[in-house]
């Protein structure tokens, strides 16, 4: 809000998902950038994400299985993805702000503060389906079902639909080509009681300094 929008060449591509369904990975739906004319040539011009997904897990794993697919051409067995979250922005504060201004920076806090903990309980999710799957497909294979009778049942359709297209997915496509997700830390900053409103913008040298050592301090305790 405080800094002019940002124009970036950014490449429009297409990935395909499964037979008659393709994706844009550009960037996701509901972010999508707006064009406008500068000069004789239009740029997509970018705003900071932070209050749509300030903590963009979601969109960094769909961004790992694209590479995959599309750059390395693989299909399946895509390699795990290792995360350590780190939150700036305490989701608690021990004490009660008492003025406008620690209200505001309160409030700035919470409306950008890390929300992947969902997102992180459903990739684990999909990972436990995909790992079942696989399972119960080599005992049937074991137990002799033929490929041709399994296939039958990993071309059925499923009845959620890919956001981007409408389209049904197949079951096929929910057990290739997902990342297993394995989070390793998750660090939460805690709250400066100096703290100002506007926080985000204080670049001065002692700041800077006084951030990187609190880090370091914060990180080696709460990694114990």
């Known amino acids: 809000m405080n800094y002019d929008y940002t124009p970036l060449n950014a490449e429009t591509r297409t990935l395909a998902l499964e037979e008659g369904q393709v994706e844009s990975t550009a960037v996701e739906n509901s972010n999508r950038p707006t064009y406008y004319s500068n000069g004789n040539t239009s740029l997509p011009y970018f705003w900071d994400g932070g209050l749509l997904a300030n903590t963009p897990l979601s969109q960094t794993n769909i961004a790992h299985i694209d590479y995959w697919r599309r750059v390395r051409k693989l299909e399946d067995n895509i390699p795990s993805l290792r995360f350590s979250i780190i939150n700036l922005l305490p989701a608690k504060q021990e004490y009660l702000p008492t003025d406008y201004d620690s209200v505001v920076d309160r409030r700035n806090d919470i409306t950008c503060h890390d929300r992947t903990e969902f997102d992180e309980n ?30 039958k049942i990993l071309n059925g359709k499923t009845k959620g639909v890919l956001v981007s297209t409408g389209k049904q997915r197949r079951y096929d496509g929910l057990v290739r080509g997902i990342a297993d997700v394995d989070f390793v830390a998750r660090l939460e900053r805690k709250n400066d009681g100096n703290t100002i409103s506007n926080k985000t913008f204080d670049f001065s040298k002692t700041t800077v300094q006084h951030l990187i050592q609190n880090g370091y301090k914060e990180t080696k305790e709460q990694l114990k």
């Open 122 to 151: 459903i990739a684990a999710l999909m990972s436990d389906f995909v790992t079942l799957a696989h399972a119960l497909i080599k005992l049937a294979e074991e137990k002799g079902a033929s490929k041709e009778e399994l296939q």
